[in-house]
């Protein structure tokens, strides 16, 4: 068995019955066709038509038409180069459903060309698009756009920052929309899904740090204290003696590199937990 990392652009799925997968498709650049298979463990979500995953595995057959490979790793990325968008447009079931068929896309990818549309579908220019198809129909292309580029910057943040891929269907049931600018902003907010989660306050606070946050930030001294909360709750508890608490906090800091922050002298707990 040979080893393969690449990235494939999806042009048949088969949901697996345990919540895998057997998708084939042409590794970009490439014209030979792979035949993939992700079981419920390595895959994030059922790969759709028309997207581009990164992946890592090995091959393990071929025929006279396509080679055969074990996924180890994999998941959904932005399409590479600008070229791929008819086909995404057109294969992806996002897209489906909306009147918006092969004719109508060629139409767009004419007029605009594949860099361009991309660039114009991004940049939510709904008048534009409206000037060759529904405005209407143009709205509901660019939400459904939207809404696929927000899973796959945020699968890409949480790669980056070394949290499972499999966090963001989690992560986009709570924010839906702008969700990387909102975990940039603070991203002690994903301390709410440590019990999905393992290491969770570790990795996020390595992700602060790379993101420039300071180690007295508020926004830190909240976190640490949400996740107490929520080391308690694993444990059985639903409730913590704000003493306790603040006994357990006192014992945290400095290790956490908190050295004689003014929140942490608050009497008052109450200010460093999060609402």
């Not at 940049?123 to 129909?137: K, Q």
């Not at 409730?239 to 929140?263: N, R, T, V």
Request: charged share 20%; hydrophobic share 40%; glycine share 6%.
């Amino acid at each position: 068995m040979s080893n393969l990392s690449s990235v494939i652009q999806v042009s048949s799925v088969k949901p697996g019955s345990f919540g895998g997968a057997v998708f084939s498709g042409r590794i970009i650049g490439q014209n030979k066709i792979y035949t993939c298979r992700a079981s419920y463990k390595v895959i994030t979500r059922i790969p759709q038509p028309g997207e581009c995953w990164q992946f890592k595995g090995s091959i393990t057959g071929h025929d006279q038409y396509r080679d055969f490979v074990l996924i180890e790793s994999c998941h959904i990325v932005n399409l590479p180069i600008a070229a791929y968008v008819e086909r995404l447009l057109i294969k992806h079931p996002a897209f489906r459903g909306l009147s918006f068929g092969k004719a109508k896309v060629s139409k767009l990818v004419r007029a605009f060309g594949a860099e361009n549309l991309a660039q114009a579908l991004t940049a939510g220019r709904v008048s534009h698009l409206a000037e060759l198809i529904n405005p209407d129909l143009a709205q509901k292309v660019v939400d459904a756009w939207r809404t696929l580029q927000d899973e796959i910057s945020t699968i890409e943040f949480l790669m980056e920052h070394d949290f499972d891929p499999g966090l963001a269907k989690s992560v986009l049931k709570v924010c839906q929309t702008d969700t990387v600018e909102r975990l940039k902003l603070n991203p002690y907010s994903l301390i709410a899904f440590q019990g999905i989660h393992p290491n969770m306050w570790k990795i996020v606070d390595a992700a602060a740090a790379k993101l420039g946050i300071p180690r007295d930030d508020p926004r830190r001294l909240a976190g640490l204290v949400e996740n107490l909360l929520y080391v308690r709750l694993d444990q059985g508890h639903t409730a913590y003696e704000i003493e306790e608490l603040k006994a357990a906090l006192m014992q945290k800091l400095p290790s956490c590199g908190f050295h004689d922050h003014p929140d942490t002298h608050s009497t008052n707990i109450r200010t460093l937990i999060p609402r």
